[in-house]
């Protein structure tokens, strides 16, 4: 009985050990195919050179790279980008730290409420999510009408149609994220070093200067570069609410695929945008690790 249970054992473990293996391959050759594949393409694109609409050379040429940096139109593409991406970072940590901490810290049932919205939020559709701020932010919506009927303001605000508009959809559907990703990293920091704050003659305040502020950097760092990146490469809410009056990176690439089809300046661009997002993570890596 005993020859018959370890046989079955080891038979489990080798079983299990195998299904993790082929598990791995098997991301890892979904990974390649809807990833590596995909963006080594495009990337091969941005050095040909660009014939007319449609058709393009194998001709190596550093041409498309030169003309991002050199025109105007696309530097301000960029810098728009970059912009949006930046001032949704900035909103995703002053509003999501609170919750955060909260969710990382409390343990009253009010707790278990917030975490559901926060994670409810993440399962809804992105699409549904754009169109209700479209319906809260137009000069008729919502907001507009309750600052209005509060005298807060006279005239509807011009929220959206612009980057405000931009900001305020792409930041509540960032900011989910970065709340996940900082409330894991304060909830593994151990209470008794609150306790020992306390302990020694630290107020509320303090400890939280003293021992979780500076536990949670990383935390913040990572929540902040991702949420940066996933900006930045949005395409859905940009285009519902720019309305087309300012263009980003990403709808701007849309455009040169489905229109202009110049599909090498659309890899430059697409490349552009993903060593970008590659060069923030890295930064903001080494930050962590030299400082948090």
Do not use: H
Not at 16 to 33: C, E, H, K, T
Not at 101 to 124: E, Q
Not at 258 to 287: D, E, F, K, Q
Request: aromatic content about 12%; some cysteine.
């Amino acid at each position: 009985m005993d020859i018959t249970t370890r046989s079955l054992r080891i038979i489990g473990r080798f079983i299990l050990s195998r299904g993790v293996q082929i598990m791995g391959i098997a991301v890892l050759l979904l990974f390649l195919v809807f990833f590596v594949i995909p963006l080594g393409y495009f990337l091969l694109l941005s050095f040909f050179t660009f014939i007319q609409s449609g058709r393009y050379e194998a001709a190596f040429t550093l041409s498309n790279y030169i003309r991002l940096a050199r025109e105007p139109l696309y530097l301000r593409i960029l810098g728009a980008t970059f912009k949006m991406g930046a001032i949704v970072s900035v909103v995703c940590f002053t509003l999501g730290y609170p919750v955060a901490y909260y969710l990382g810290r409390s343990t009253s049932k009010l707790r278990n409420l917030v975490l559901m919205i926060v994670v409810a939020s993440l399962f809804t559709n992105l699409v549904v999510r754009t169109y209700g701020w479209i319906v809260l932010l137009t000069e008729n919506g919502l907001i507009n009408n309750i600052l209005m009927a509060s005298g807060l303001v006279k005239e509807p605000l011009d929220l959206i149609f612009n980057m405000t508009g931009v900001v305020i959809g792409e930041a509540q559907i960032q900011l989910p994220v970065f709340i996940m990703i900082v409330a894991g990293v304060i909830q593994l920091i151990d209470p008794d070093l609150d306790f020992a704050a306390r302990v020694m003659g630290a107020d509320d305040v303090q400890t939280f200067a003293s021992v979780v502020w500076p536990l949670s950097l990383r935390g913040i760092i990572g929540g902040v570069s991702l949420v940066f990146a996933l900006a930045i490469s949005a395409f859905i809410t940009p285009f519902f609410l720019s309305g087309g009056k300012i263009v980003f990176t990403a709808l701007f690439i849309n455009t040169l695929v489905t229109r202009s089809l110049n599909y090498p300046l659309a890899g430059a661009l697409s490349m552009i945008l993903v060593l970008s997002s590659v060069s923030v993570i890295v930064i903001m890596s080494w930050i962590s690790k030299r400082y948090a």
